[in-house]
């Protein structure tokens, strides 16, 4: 029986020592009316079986050429890192609530949350949340409790800010009366600009709890962080930065932004050591300043001492968390990301801030080199210009949908579909392309061909 | 048995309050209260001006292992907040009564005072809760 | 008496091992040298990055040494209530990593996921049939998120009847925290209902609050008391004749797997916790997953997306297909690696495994039960048969020796024994909710039982080395009052 490691004396022996003839005896409380047996489930199989199955599978979807980001992207991962990851002490340990039997876990912890600190520049971090949409949604929470003074449930949420990401939001914060106000990017750079919040004010001291301002933002370019921090807290708003924690190598730490900096910092940490595995498990970082450290949720790890004065590390602050305050909880989180939390220590351990600028620079120059590539197709276009980190949109001249069907026919995941979802006529055909540091000059080269003889094949049938 | 001193009233929800020359109530948590939640980490207090009704939750009294609402006794502003507790929240453990007072408020009407529990009463359900 | 195999001094943080000055390895990319800093000038980073600079090897080191002052399943027994710390089936691991699964883009064509997402469909198929609910939508990234979907989709059952008096949910007193917090989170208020005697929910509570206010009530069964609600049906029809819904909270699906199925007692909607029933790994504290089960009335309120199938192959459904589903609850389709995982276990143990499961679950837990009566311990429910967990009270110990739980649970890790849960439930106090799972072995738990009755003879003769210890591990007790009142959360920033 697998994982059952009871012998048949074994059993005869409990059952006996419990005083019943069988284990059905033992489920003598249940009525008996409720009882029913599995249908429609295989029966077991051995490993050797389900691998040969799970392979088939596996080699069925391959490992195509990707060019999709989107809050998901494509890195090296060093080979160390899921070695020591899923090693059982980590990989099979559990919460650390009892922390002398947990050391191992809490330090990991306490060296991810000082890391992500360091990354955004901000005072503190918890020890991660499920993933950036839902950490974007605590963020919201947050900032709502926190900035009691502005009496308002009022958020103002760009349109430059991933539409699935403001759908994870909507659908955790609708029912706390919190209202996500959209803000129009300008068309011409895909990017906010103070003249558009300017106008979402009915007036100048109309009162909003936070401004949520992403970077990069979902089309890739890069949004002026010090202009609209400012422009928020001079409105007594917080800002809630919302960032690529691999750009943070090469752009300003949302705790440097404008004048006195975020207060929130929130974002996806996939991107350091964790597979895309179809999206998930993920990892979502929330850091910010230390006047907001009581409103942070989910969990965090301090440092402090034992009895005899040695130093260690122990869950704090969780007077706060759910299984403490019950209905009064600051959230419903449960968990943090445990394992991934330790994957992005590993992560950063291992490549350090060398590696990571390094990293980063790879992905910006690369980046640059499709984009020239892509330049030299006159049937494309760049609607928002070219100042970005490694995403970018192209306009392409024949539908979105034939051109990713087609290059998924040439096993390349082409980018992803962010052409606006309005009902006007004019389907504007947008397509957000990531190239990371993974990318060799050949693969570039060999996209940038396939992608102009498939708009050219699709433009020939869509003629005839 | 814990101190309860009798000059002081008090609420269901562990709160004790004494009235002031002035006509203003200086309110905290009781000697039974600090004791049942252990060693105090962190206060949140109300920001002065702020204004609560009767049973509102005006300020979190946190401990390692529970965070506690304190309840406001009555209708009224909060006048002045004790800002020692931000250093040294242990103050209301050590004395509940005198240095690790909350806050003090001025009530909107006077007799409101008068509805609150006295010393006996607050000692009986003291008593009752323990069993 | 464990001991530690390492030497138990403290490890340095990372931070302390690191050198500005060390270049980097050959684990970033191959530049060219010096490369500027390409984006626009004005965005660019001037602060310093502040991230250790240290030797391949000497990370490696450090992160293993780490690893080796945890506990773990793979190392230790872990008798947690409520937790499921059951064996994760290494072979899940290996497989869920096979480049075709680990290195998919969750965006990649539907044409070139075919392989995913059928694994993801049979999950879906595997989850419904064995909770008896209509439809699974595999999402939500842990329990607590399952939940949240859970009573959102109550609330918006009731909103879309235009059904708006319905203000509270009412939850068992007994019941685990994130049952009331999520009730706030939708919007609504608690009601708690008291527990008698015998572990069972008072009816007749029950009876005198449910009315038209009543949106919905949230349960375990078996309860967090380790004891079968009895009542259930009866609770079933009650709340669902005041036009409620019934959550079920699937933290202890351990226990009746195979025997009964949820759908059948009443709920509406269900959560399951993978990472327990379904042994996905705990990982020192998450990821989870905790995908739900819906019935009929509650199937267009469904979170997205859902893998579906037809003739031509699998294909997702989204806002369009569902246009009154609650929404996304992340931003792709869930903790897929984990989901993986948990299909993975679902086709080693089939159908047959799957009834043994609760069968060994609960043979185990009686068995500790019986044996743990016998030499002298108290139990909260003495009555009751033990489902897959059950709880025992130290409260006479507590007080005549002066040893809390909390003691008991400190000395039981010198033993290399990671204690059974003691926060929880609230009810009972000084207690220990103790789950030994199915893949414990009889001598496993033999001598955990020796291990609790040595230890009760401590309490009894030197109570010291239950109120000082532990005294074998990593560290001795911590001062968590200074942690929290002196916090210091980050190496970078010390106040």
């Known amino acids: 029986m697998p994982y059952i490691p009871h012998t048949s004396n074994d059993l005869v022996q409990m059952l006996r020592t419990i005083g019943v003839d069988s284990i059905e005896d033992l489920f003598d409380e249940i009525p008996k009316d409720l009882r029913s047996k599995l249908q429609n489930i295989p029966l077991g199989q051995s490993e050797m079986a389900v691998q040969q199955q799970l392979f088939a599978k596996s080699l069925q979807d391959g490992t195509p050429l990707c060019f999709a980001g ?120 895909g990017t906010i600009q103070v003249e558009q919040l300017d106008a979402q004010l009915s007036k100048p001291d109309d009162a909003f709890a936070a401004l949520i301002i992403p970077q990069p933002n979902y089309f890739g370019s890069l949004e002026e962080v010090h202009q609209l921090t400012d422009w928020a807290h001079r409105h007594k708003a917080l800002v809630i930065a919302q960032v690529n924690p691999i750009s943070l190598a090469l752009l300003e730490a949302p705790g440097n932004w404008g004048e006195h900096g975020a207060d929130i910092a929130v974002g996806e940490a996939q991107a350091l050591g964790i597979p895309l595995s ?10 910010c300043k230390q006047k907001l450290v009581r409103q942070l949720p989910g969990r965090i790890v301090g440092r402090t001492v034992d009895l005899e004065g040695k ?44 590696g990571l600028q390094k990293v980063a620079t790879t992905c ?33 001249p024949v539908s979105i949908d034939k051109v990713l069907s087609y290059l998924a026919q040439e096993d390349i995941v082409g980018g992803i579909d962010v052409s606006p979802r309005k009902s006007s006529t004019e389907q504007k055909n947008w397509l957000l392309i990531c190239v990371t540091e993974t990318k060799t000059e050949e693969e570039l080269q060999f996209f940038a061909d396939t992608l102009r003889s498939i708009c050219q094949q699709i433009s020939r049938e869509e003629s005839s | 048995m814990s101190n309860i001193p009798p000059e002081l009233k008090y609420t269901a929800s562990h709160e004790w309050i004494r009235t002031e020359e002035d006509g203003s109530l200086t309110v905290g948590i009781t000697e039974h209260a600090q004791g049942l939640l252990g060693d105090m980490v962190f206060v949140e207090l109300p920001d002065i001006g702020d204004e609560f009704e009767a049973e509102q939750d005006c300020a979190v009294v946190e401990s390692v292992k529970a965070a506690s609402d304190i ?11 004790n800002e020692d507790l931000e250093d040294s929240p242990e103050l209301i453990n050590v004395n509940s009564y005198h240095e690790g007072w909350l806050f003090r408020i001025q009530p909107l009407k006077a007799e409101h005072v008068d509805n609150l529990m006295n010393a006996e009463d607050y000692a009986e359900l003291v008593e009752s809760e323990a069993h | 008496m464990s001991k530690r195999i390492i030497d138990q001094n403290a490890e340095p943080l990372i931070f302390e091992l690191s050198d500005q000055t060390r270049q980097s390895s050959s684990l970033a990319p191959k530049t060219g040298s010096e490369q500027k800093n390409p984006l626009a000038s004005h965005l660019q980073r001037k602060s310093t990055l502040d991230l250790p600079q240290v030797g391949e090897l000497q990370v490696l080191r450090h992160y293993t040494r780490l690893s080796q002052k945890n506990f773990s399943i793979d190392t230790h027994f872990y008798p947690l209530g409520s937790c499921t710390m059951k064996y994760n089936p290494r072979v899940c691991n290996t497989l869920a990593q096979l480049p075709g699964f680990s290195t998919r883009h969750p965006m990649a064509h539907s044409s070139m996921s075919q392989g995913i997402m059928s694994c993801l469909f049979d999950l879906q198929t595997i989850l419904k049939e064995a909770t008896g609910m209509q439809q699974v939508s595999l999402t939500p990234m842990a329990g607590a998120q399952g939940e949240f979907a859970g009573v959102a989709m109550i609330r918006a059952y009731h909103d879309h009847n235009q059904d708006t008096l319905r203000s509270e949910i009412i939850v068992p007193d007994a019941a685990h925290g994130t049952n009331p917090a999520t009730a706030v989170m939708c919007g609504y208020t608690v009601k708690e209902i008291p527990t008698n005697d015998q572990g069972d929910i008072d009816i007749q509570a029950l009876e005198k609050i449910i009315g038209p206010q009543t949106a919905g009530i949230m349960l375990t069964n078996p309860s967090t008391l380790g004891v079968f609600e009895r009542d259930i049906k009866h609770i079933a029809k009650l709340i669902h004749q005041a036009g409620g819904l019934l959550y079920y909270d699937g933290a202890n699906l351990n226990a009746i797997l195979g025997k009964v199925k949820p759908g059948d007692m009443g709920f509406d909607v269900i959560h399951m916790n993978l990472h327990k029933t379904f042994s996905t790994p705990h990982g020192g504290g998450g990821p989870g997953a905790g995908p739900i089960g819906v019935s009929k009335r509650l199937q267009p309120f469904i979170p997205i997306p859902i893998v579906a199938h037809n003739e031509q192959g699998y294909y997702w459904l989204s ?12 931003a792709w389709m869930g903790n897929v690696g984990i989901l993986l995982r948990a299909y993975i276990y679902a086709l080693l143990l089939g159908r047959d495994g799957m009834e043994r499961v609760a069968d060994y679950a609960t043979l185990n837990a009686n068995y500790l039960f019986k044996r743990l009566v016998a030499a002298d311990f108290e139990m909260a429910f003495p009555k009751r048969r033990a489902s897959h967990e059950f709880i025992l009270t130290l409260r006479k110990e507590a007080k005549s020796y002066g040893t809390s739980a909390m003691d008991f649970a400190k000395r039981l890790l010198d033993y290399g024994y990671h204690a059974p849960t003691t926060y929880f439930p609230l009810l009972v106090p000084e207690c220990f909710l103790i789950e030994p799972t199915e893949t414990e072995s009889m001598a496993d738990l033999d001598a955990f039982i020796e291990t609790l009755i040595k230890i009760k003879t401590e309490a009894k003769d030197s109570p010291d080395l239950l109120k000082e210890a532990p005294f074998e591990l990593p560290v001795r007790r911590l001062d968590d009052v200074k942690a929290a009142r002196e916090l210091d959360l980050n190496f970078y920033h010390q106040e």
């Not at chain 1, 640059?368 to 609607?383: I, V």
Request: charged content about 15%; glycine content about 8%.
């Open chain 1, 311 to 354: 130093t260690g590390f122990t869950l704090t602050l969780q007077a706060r968390e759910q299984h403490i305050r019950r209905s009064k909880a600051t959230s419903n989180i449960c968990t943090n990301q445990g394992l991934m939390a330790t994957a992005v220590t590993l992560y950063l351990a291992f490549l350090g801030r060398d």
């Open chain 3, 319 to 330: 806002e369009d297909d569902l246009p009154l589903s609650i929404g996304r609850l992340s």
């Open chain 2, 71 to 81: 309840y406001c006794p009555i209708e009224g502003e909060i006048i002045a907040v």
């Open chain 1, 364 to 396: 910006a120059l690369n980046t640059q080199t499709l984009m020239h590539l892509l330049e030299q197709n006159s049937d494309l276009s760049f609607p928002f210009g070219q100042g970005v980190f490694h995403e970018f949109v192209i306009q392409l």
């Open chain 1, 70 to 189: 989107g809050g998901a992207y494509e890195h090296y991962i060093p080979a160390a890192l899921w070695e020591i990851a899923t090693r059982g002490e980590f990989y099979s340990a559990y919460t650390p609530y009892q922390a002398e039997a947990s050391q191992g876990t809490l330090q990991v912890i306490y060296e991810y949350q000082s890391m992500i600190a360091s990354l955004t520049a901000m005072d503190v971090s918890n020890a991660s949340l499920y993933d950036g949409a839902s950490g974007l949604a605590e963020a919201v929470l947050m900032a709502v409790r926190a900035n009691r003074k502005a009496k308002s449930k009022r958020i103002l949420m760009p349109e430059s800010v991933s539409p699935v990401y403001r759908q994870v939001v909507e659908t955790i914060v609708k029912n706390q009366g919190i209202t996500l106000e959209l803000v129009p990017y300008n068309q011409r750079t």
């Open chain 1, 278 to 287: 179809s999206g998930g498990p993920y990892i979502g970082f929330l850091a």
